[in-house]
């Protein structure tokens, strides 16, 4: 159904990316209802239960970084050949990419699962939180290939133009999480499962939408159809998907493991810190969310217009995105910095949790407008498959600012360095990326293999 896909390449630009960002908003808004459910139903149950998620979070995200590759693989390379109007190859090019998928998330699920307990114990877990935690990470592990799915599917739609499948797929699965937690969790017609119910019910939820995406894709009753053949591995495209899904997967999962090692210098500080910092990011990351889902649109446009050999229409593209992002998240950091304290009490009322949230929201506010703006740029590099720089932004501003400083203030300033040496990263970030886009190699789309 061509009237469900946005062409990216003719019309009102700015129009045409918000109508094909405010689906990917309301997606990744969805998406972090997931966390944001969990801490809230395990916040009842104190301050152990909600710091598993908490502590485990980066260890998963690492693992999703490789779907988060394969998603900007898929988007990248179908925005680029539908921009050229090669619809065939974009549809065989979701194939492709959903076969990798379904394989490499099986090992890293079962690989997961198997490492848990001891990778939380390097980060410094201990006691309950180590064995909650290991649960917690366990499950979600073995469930990562609906996780890969939703991903890889989510991710070709958006490039071809049509960013609603993504978010009605997070809609099932985030509506189906907000019934099971409670039940589950508590034991409401079901056993008692405390932290395990959380994330039983994450899989569930993702399971039921998996096979939905499964049914929509091999259908076709959305536009874009593959068949069974289309999963059997070419090797001339495949290692196109790997050319830009590696460089992704890669700058993300070592982002992520940065990020492993953040959170072991915050549990060295205790519950009380994990608990406040969990809830923390949860916020914010609803906003990262927001500026994604314009990113995504930027990604989009920009591949389209590369593939149809519009080179003006992605400068323009890219400038609107990184304004939106800078203007629309700084006010809504405004209100972070003036009622971070409410918003902490909201997750969990402990006094001290929440004077650390307040802390929290009072500093790191401030810096998440400049990441926002970074966002958009790098939507450039992943729209046109140049994926080497934005993985090389993501590295420097985690490993070669914020964790060097994490270690050097939390010695001058206790647990407040955390969040200092976040300010700084964050507004680093933004001036590389600018450096990053200052090359001009992103201009020249990938797409130059030969035809099947």
């Known amino acids: 159904m061509d009237a469900e896909r946005i062409n990216m390449v003719e019309g009102h630009l700015f129009k045409k990316m918000v109508k094909l960002a405010w689906p990917v908003i309301a997606a990744n808004l969805l998406q972090t209802m997931y966390n944001i459910i969990d801490a809230f139903w395990l916040g009842k149950l104190g301050r152990d239960a909600l710091s598993a998620p908490t502590i485990s979070w980066p260890v998963i995200f690492t693992a999703l970084s490789f779907a988060f590759g394969l998603s900007v693989a898929a988007s990248s ?13 974009s549809a065989f090019i979701m194939g492709q990419v959903l076969s990798i998928s379904l394989i490499l998330s099986i090992c890293i699920g079962t690989a997961g699962a198997v490492l848990s307990r001891p990778i939380l114990t390097v980060m410094g877990a201990k006691d309950a939180v180590l064995d909650l935690g290991d649960v917690y990470m366990k499950t979600i592990f073995l469930g990562s290939p609906t996780a890969f799915v939703l991903f890889t599917v989510g991710g070709a739609f958006r490039g071809w133009g049509n960013s609603r499948i993504g978010m009605n797929l997070t809609a099932i699965s985030v509506l189906l999480n ?3 937690d409670p039940l589950m969790i508590f034991g409401i017609g079901f056993p008692r499962m405390g932290v395990f119910g959380a994330a039983l019910a994450t899989v569930i939820s993702r399971g039921v939408s998996a096979v939905y995406a499964l049914y929509i894709i091999f259908s076709g009753v959305r536009g874009m159809k593959i068949r069974p053949k289309d999963l059997i591995p070419h090797w001339r495209y495949t290692k196109l998907i790997f050319k830009v899904s590696f460089f992704s997967s890669l700058g993300q999962s070592i982002t992520s493991l940065g990020f492993t090692f953040v959170m072991s210098v915050v549990a060295r500080f205790g519950a009380a810190l994990i608990s406040a910092f969990g809830v923390g990011n949860r916020v914010t990351s609803m906003m990262i969310m927001f500026s994604g889902g314009v990113a995504a649109a930027v990604a989009t446009a920009v591949g389209q217009a590369l593939g149809a050999g519009k080179e ?8 609107m995105g990184a304004w939106f992002n800078f203007v629309i998240i700084g006010g809504l ?3 972070t910095f003036f009622y971070g304290r409410y918003v902490t009490a909201v997750f969990i009322n402990d006094p001290e949790v929440v004077e650390i949230g307040k802390i929290y929201f009072k500093l790191v506010s401030f810096s ?3 990441f926002a703006a970074m966002q958009a740029l790098m939507a450039a590099l992943d729209g046109s498959g140049h994926t080497f720089q934005s993985a090389v932004v993501n590295i420097a501003r985690l490993w070669g600012v914020r964790i060097p400083l994490v270690y050097l203030l939390t010695n001058l ?3 407040t360095g955390i969040f200092y040496a976040m300010i700084a990263s964050n507004i680093a970030a933004l001036i590389l990326a600018i450096i990053a886009l200052s090359i001009g190699t992103w201009k020249k789309p990938i797409i130059n293999v030969e035809g099947r």
């Open 413 to 415: 300033y206790g647990f």
């Open 77 to 89: 390379l179908v925005s680029q050949y539908t921009g050229k109007g090669d619809e065939e190859t």
């Open 312 to 319: 003006d229409r992605a400068v323009r593209a890219i400038k």
């Open 178 to 180: 907000v019934v099971l």
């Open 368 to 370: 998440i407008p400049f």
């Open 333 to 335: 950091c405004v209100l």
